[in-house]
C-alpha cells in the first residue's frame, strides 16, 4: 500500500528559496512521480489536472510536436512542458530506460487521458478503466 502524503499540503518555501538562490547558469524541473513497484522504478509519470470540458483535447499536440517551442497562456487547456522539464525526463527516460507517462485528468478522476511519451500514444480511460490501467505491468 503506498505511503499517503505526509502533511496534507506541500508547502513551497523550499521551492521558492531554491529559486532565487539557483545560479543563472544553472535550471530546475520537477517530476511528478516515479513509479515503484518491488523495489524498482517501472516509470515516470507527469500528472496534469484539466477542466473537464479540455480532457478531449488535452495532450493531443504532445503527439505531433512533443515540446512545444512557444509560451502558452496560463489559462491555456494545454500545459507546456518546458524546455528545463523536456532535458530532465529525456535524461532519466534515456538512463533508466523506463516508461513516461504524461496523465491528464479531471478533478474527480472520471475520466483520463494517458499518453506514452516514448511511443507517441494516447488512450482515453474513465475512472474504473484507468484503475486497471495503472494495475497492469508496463
Known amino acids: 500500500m503506498p505511503l499517503g502524503e ?3 499540503r506541500r508547502p513551497s518555501n523550499f521551492s521558492a528559496w531554491h529559486r532565487r538562490k539557483l545560479p543563472d547558469r544553472c535550471a530546475l524541473a520537477d517530476v ?3 513509479e515503484v513497484r518491488e523495489g524498482s522504478v517501472v516509470a515516470i509519470l507527469e500528472t496534469i489536472q484539466v477542466k473537464p470540458e479540455h480532457i478531449k483535447k488535452a495532450g493531443d499536440w504532445i503527439l505531433t510536436d512533443p515540446w512545444l517551442k512557444s509560451w502558452y497562456p496560463k489559462y ?3 500545459y507546456p512542458l518546458w524546455d528545463t522539464k523536456r ?6 527516460i534515456g538512463t533508466i530506460r523506463k516508461p513516461f507517462f504524461i496523465i ?3 478533478p474527480l478522476m472520471s475520466k483520463v487521458r494517458v499518453i506514452d511519451y516514448r511511443k507517441k500514444t494516447l488512450i482515453d480511460y474513465d475512472e474504473e478503466g484507468f484503475a486497471t490501467w495503472l494495475s497492469c505491468k508496463w
Not at 532535458?87 to 532519466?92: E, G
Request: charged letters at 20%.
Open 104 to 106: 491528464y485528468h479531471t
Open 76 to 78: 491555456d487547456e494545454r
Open 6 to 8: 505526509v502533511t496534507g
Open 32 to 34: 511528478d512521480w516515479c
Open 87 to 92: 532535458v530532465v525526463i529525456n535524461f532519466l
